[in-house]
């Protein structure tokens, strides 16, 4: 009898704990969140027009009174994800009900990372520029927007660095270090919220940098982005698409995958799964695991994501120049023999705003009165004076360290901070000993070039 009762017991407890873990549902369809530099004219039309409804209807003041409802909560902890996974998503389904083909587009303002303001996305074309009078915004999709929250006041933005400018952010190169070395969800989450989501916030300022940042457009595509890096992260290794550790401010009990997100009323377990359970959205440049694995009846299956997308594109083939040593520290996926293409963030990005053909001229790199039959000569003397040139010129910027009260803001510990910006300056130190230049620094082609006399090819600029 008493092992009946037992055997009955067992049965419930595994039932439950099985329950507990509820089978994600798929999606019927999945929006691709593009690259907002990629879109079509007509794509950037629509988003421009269901945003300002959106506006007009009062969402953005409604969402950033959301934000800063919880701001306490959802930074500075496990749960800083998978809120503004949510949050994102609430404003895409929000923009939905407007044109069933909105979507939030990201921003990977990686590539953008050493002279932000020179991104064709701060233009009145996007998102606008710098704030004007009052550090109003007065050009591109929010010009002249009046926002609510906490009161009334212009849209501002007023960016950080001397004389109108961005100061940098973090480089690809950053992310897919990140991505590589994070082993830890909390770690991962850690090195994301403390190094290119801060240096974008403070980079614009204004709204940017209060707990009502969402009144600024450029806080979703920003976190369109961040989102892209988690489920990439998610998708570099099966045991890491649910994995979820580390700590919650104002909250005593360790995370767990069935807590409830503030205000949504679901669960951070129902939120990991993208793809599922209403997470109806991935991003071109991802591709999820069950691709990889080929499983059926995929919800992506129509989404048609590139299994060779970042792997063996010349911008993540710089990083295979790199030496062991850094690559081991830094970059261990390029040392595999086949690497999951999730463990790289380097995509082929060409701004054609950014791109100045005058910065390096062909005068500048080769000397005149070659002729092909003193070849070998030519080479050296054109690779030693392209080396000099680009070493000093195009080394990777630091970018600043937040203020202090943006720890304070935060709840941020001091300690914490420095040690995840401490180990991103070394590697962008490391890389600049090595004398690697990055493909996404302004004056492209430089790089195209060096590559080419490297190679033992003819220097030729690309305009
Ligand atoms: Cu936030």
Known sequence: MNSLIHLVLVYLHLFTAFGAFNKPVPCKSIVVRKEIK???????????DVIKKMHVDGWFNKLAKVHNDVYNYVHNG???????????????????????????????????????????????????????????????????????????HCLRRKFNGENGKIKPFYSPEQMTSIIQKSKTYDKFRRNLELSLHGAVHMGFSGDMTTNYSPNDFVFFLHHSNMDRLYWKWQNTDPSLTYAYDGKNPNRSAAPKLSDKIDYFNVTVESSMHVGYNNMCFTYPDVVPLEILNKKKDSPFAKTNP?????????????????????????????????PNPNKFDMPVAFDTKSVST????????????????NKTMYHKRAVKRIVYVLKKKYRMPRPPRPPK??????????????????????????LNSEGYISPYINELQSYYVLRRVRAGRKPVIFT
């Open 38 to 48: 990629t879109l079509s004219e007509s794509e950037w039309a629509m988003i421009k």
């Open 78 to 152: 496990s749960i800083f994800l998978p809120f503004h996974r949510l949050l994102t998503r609430r404003f895409e389904e929000i923009g939905q009900t407007y044109n069933p083909r909105f979507f939030v587009p990201y921003w990977d303002a990686a590539v953008d990372f050493k002279d932000p303001v020179k991104s064709s996305i701060i233009s009145s074309k996007y998102i606008g520029t710098n704030g004007a009078a009052g550090n109003c915004v007065v050009d591109g999709a929010q010009a002249n927007w009046i926002m609510s929250q906490p009161n009334k």
């Open 306 to 338: 590139a299994a060779s997308i970042n792997k063996n594109n010349n911008f993540t083939k710089a990083l295979y120049d790199l030496s062991d040593a850094t690559k081991s520290k830094y970059f261990p996926s390029t040392l595999e023999k086949n």
């Open 358 to 373: 005058k910065n390096l001229s062909l005068s500048d790199i080769t000397e005149s009165g070659n002729s092909a039959s």
């Open 405 to 430: 009260h943006w720890y304070v803001m935060h709840k941020y510990s001091e300690k914490n901070v420095k040690k995840v910006l401490d180990r991103a300056e070394q590697l962008i130190d490391t």
